[in-house]
């Protein structure tokens, strides 16, 4: 907790996503890597002037997703999409990079200075829309060791979203929590089944109740639910609701991070 705590001033880090354009190789990219790195600049000031604590990004956009690996395009221009977003704005900025091509963030993390990452596929294994994610754990903090990286947190999802989880349905949410804190996981993000939804409030109540590790909140929040879910995480990642109709397919709009800011902080 300590270390989680270091990263973050805020009692609850308010993080917000970038979801990078589509990237270049990918079926929906549009554009050259000058104007994507430019419009993830702009969102990444419009964070930063809106009271933010922290940033990521990803590349939602670049479906259908590659399993557990990239091509060296993609984490070449993550890295200095990582990079460029940190030194204009001087947050805390982390990197997830989809699907589960963990080492490929930590590898971009390292080059552009980033201070985390979202790691999906840490621990156990469950069915996803590329197929079978499998436990990642031991390869990827030795990868990481390798690099000399260490200072990078790896924040680790559980029961992720959008996935299938027949494989470990014997397994409660808090055995998988505590599976990740004793494979050294920096801290567990909690999401609910799809992206928009709030995880289960219960469930979140368990885990602050027999954990000392942080709980990072991964999908769902809003002005409306936050302040409901504020005492039982220590961390929240935003995306969706920040967008115009709060789809994250959207522009980002300045005046909801502001009032989702000052209703938190308030």
Same mark, same amino acid.
């Not at 933010?52 to 990004?57: E, N, R, S, T, V």
């Given at each position: 907790m300590q270390k989680f705590k270091s990263?973050?001033? @805020? =009692? /609850?880090a308010i993080i917000g996503v970038i979801h990078v354009r589509a990237l270049p190789g990918t079926p929906k990219n @549009?554009?050259?890597p000058n104007a994507i790195i430019d419009h993830a600049i702009k969102e990444a000031t419009i964070y930063k002037d809106a009271g933010? =604590?922290?940033?990521?990004?990803e590349n939602m956009h670049d479906v259908p997703y590659l399993k557990g690996s990239v091509g060296h395009e993609i984490t070449a221009i993550m890295t200095l999409i990582g990079h460029e977003v940190k030194s204009n704005t001087q947050l805390n /900025?982390?990197?997830q990079i989809l699907a589960a091509a963990n080492k490929e963030a930590l590898a971009a993390a390292k080059a552009a200075n980033l201070d985390f990452i979202r790691a999906e596929g840490f621990v156990f294994a469950h069915t996803a829309d590329e197929g079978i994610i499998e %436990?990642?754990?031991g390869e990827l903090l030795r990868y990481r060791k390798q690099i000399g990286a260490d200072h990078i947190s790896v924040y680790t999802d559980i029961k992720k979203k959008h996935s299938a989880h027949a494989l470990t349905q014997d397994i409660t949410l808090l055995e998988t929590a505590n599976a990740a804190r004793f494979f050294l996981s920096d801290g567990v993000i909690v999401t609910g089944n799809h992206t928009g939804i709030p995880p289960n409030e219960v469930d979140l109540k368990i885990l602050k109740e027999h954990l000392d590790f942080p709980v990072i909140i991964g999908s769902g929040m809003s002005i409306e639910n936050a302040k409901i879910y504020l005492?039982?995480?220590d961390a929240m990642i935003v995306g969706s609701h920040f967008k115009?109709? %709060?789809f994250w397919e959207n522009e980002l709009v300045y005046d909801k991070v502001a009032r989702f800011m000052a209703h938190i902080k308030g």
């Open positions: 990263k973050f001033e @805020s =009692d /609850t @549009s554009l050259e933010i =604590d922290a940033i990521m990004i /900025t982390g990197i %436990s990642q754990a005492p039982i995480c115009a109709e %709060s």
